[in-house]
């Protein structure tokens, strides 16, 4: 994990995963992520699976988002429904995520790093699956 979070401090996005899976015909999505404070993480979905995440180490927040109904993708039609802090020693050390639920993550300490888990094999985040505030 230290050398994980060494990679993610030099990264411009301030965050680096790494791919825990068998090997690249394993359909599942297993990865370490490491955050540090600042990383951008634009509000997004996953449509068709829910995702698992378990904080190993450090402190973050996961917040969700929900939409106005009627509404389109300005700022003011976005309302943050709730937030749940994690942490390895705190009352919450994991969460499921619906599948369809907005969703982004804020790492509060240097050195987070999270297990993150989802159904089936990776599928990149389209554009209607991201608000871009």
């Given at each position: ?62 917040e ?62 389209s ?6 505030l």
């Open positions: 994990m230290d050398s994980l979070t060494e990679q993610a401090k030099a990264s411009p996005r301030l965050r680096m995963n790494l791919d825990l899976r068998n090997d690249e015909n394993d359909s599942s999505q297993r990865m370490l992520n490491a955050i540090e404070p600042g990383s951008p993480l634009p509000i997004h979905r996953h449509q068709k699976t829910s995702e698992t995440v378990v904080c190993l180490r450090g402190r973050l927040v996961e969700y988002y929900q939409l106005v109904q009627g509404s389109g993708f300005k700022v003011q039609d976005v309302q943050k429904t709730e937030e749940i802090e994690l942490s390895p020693n705190g009352p919450v050390v994991a969460l499921n995520i619906p599948a369809g639920q907005w969703h982004t993550v804020r790492a509060l300490e240097s050195g987070t790093v999270i297990l993150e888990m989802k159904n089936g094999a990776y599928e990149s985040i554009d209607v699956d991201i608000l871009k």
